[in-house]
C-alpha cells in the first residue's frame, strides 16, 4: 500500500516532484507563495512554497467522479 500523505496524485498518479501539468494560478504571500494546479485528471490542488520546500496543503477531487469513484467512494460532495 502506499502513503496518503505525499508524493503523487491519490487520483491518477502524477508525480507531485514532477512538472506540474499545468499551473493555474499563483499568489505571493508572506512566507512565500501559494500556487494552484491542475493534474493531469482534473484534480486541483494548492501548493505552499517557501524557505523550506514545496508542500501541498490541499487536493481536489477531479471534476469527473464517475472516473475514479472506485477509489473514493466515501467523499462527498
Ligand atoms: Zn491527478
Known amino acids: 500500500m502506499t ?10 498518479g502524477w508525480p507531485d516532484h514532477a512538472e506540474p501539468f499545468q499551473v493555474v494560478s499563483r499568489h505571493a504571500t508572506a512566507a512565500g507563495h501559494t500556487v494552484w494546479i491542475r493534474c493531469g485528471c482534473g484534480s486541483l490542488q494548492v501548493r505552499v512554497v517557501d524557505q523550506r520546500g514545496m508542500r501541498i496543503v490541499s487536493r481536489s477531487r477531479p471534476p469527473a467522479p464517475d472516473a475514479v469513484r472506485a477509489r473514493c467512494g466515501s467523499a462527498g460532495p
Do not use: E, N
Open 3 to 12: 502513503s496518503t500523505t505525499a508524493g503523487a496524485c491519490p487520483h491518477c
